[in-house]
């Protein structure tokens, strides 16, 4: 019996620390990167809000957890990400939907603000 509690409590810990939506926004940076890098969670999303040219990479400090990967394949997925989007952006394209290795990501661009969202369900 007291397997099995342990059991449940052991799923119960990794559904709970699994984040089903990963939501970015970034605004006014700079050549070198942004002012202002602030990271939180909510329920069952994390959130990351770069702002204002500065020195600061947008990026996680703590990665969020997804699935299986281990930090280092998130945060290489991560960049990666964000580099089909600034392509994108240089391309001219300013919103859309992609499939990644962490999730299906849509994106809009405007005036200098991208948000988008990683959906790892």
């Known amino acids: ?28 940076g700079g050549p070198c990167g942004y002012n202002s890098v602030r990271q939180g969670r909510s ?6 809000d770069c702002n204002d040219p500065g020195y600061c990479d947008c ?20 960049l990666e990400i964000r580099n089909v ?3 994108r952006i240089a391309e001219g394209r300013f919103g859309g939907e992609f499939k990644s290795n962490l ?3 849509a994106w809009t661009y405007n005036e200098g603000l991208l ?7």
């Open 115 to 121: 948000t988008y969202t990683i959906d790892n369900k």
């Open 103 to 105: 999730g299906s990501v």
């Open 1 to 28: 019996m007291k397997k099995i509690i342990l059991a449940l409590s052991a799923v119960l810990l990794i559904i709970t620390n699994s984040s089903a939506m990963i939501r970015v926004t970034e605004y006014n």
């Open 85 to 87: 989007l600034q392509q």
């Open 43 to 48: 329920g069952d999303e994390d959130r990351l």
């Open 59 to 78: 990026r996680f400090e703590d990665s969020p957890t997804c699935g299986d990967l281990q930090p280092e394949e998130i945060d290489a997925s991560f």
